[in-house]
Nanobody, 116 residues
């Protein structure tokens, strides 16, 4: 399974971020797989943001839930992250991750900088 993140590298404060994780080599509806967004701010550790399950159920970090939406497009086999009201502290490398059946896959990550 290969995951590829895409989206804008630079976003202004208060704007909305939209990222796409395009999946190949496997289906996002495969049983028991969870498709996750994780980010890493500069100089900090990994932060779990949320996930969408093979069933379509979604799960969010309590600290980000009010600003984050994770969705999927089964026709395009892709998972999406939308985060609104961006702040400079949202600057990070954003990763798409898949976990299921004892396996884990990562995308290469995409840098997002929030700056005016």
């Amino acid at each position: 399974v290969q995951l590829q993140e895409s989206g804008p590298g630079l976003v202004k404060p208060s704007q909305t971020l939209s990222l796409t994780c395009t999946v190949s080599g496997g289906s996002i509806t495969t049983n028991y797989y969870y498709w996750t967004w994780i980010r890493q701010p500069p100089g900090k550790g990994l932060e779990w943001m949320g996930a969408i399950a093979y069933s379509g159920s979604t799960y969010y970090s309590p600290s980000l839930k009010s600003r984050t939406t994770i969705s999927r497009d089964t026709a395009k086999n892709s998972v999406h992250l939308q985060m609104n009201s961006l702040k400079p502290e949202d600057t990070a490398v954003y990763y798409c991750n898949a976990v299921g059946m004892g396996r884990e896959y990562w995308g290469q990550g995409t840098q997002v900088t929030v700056s005016s």
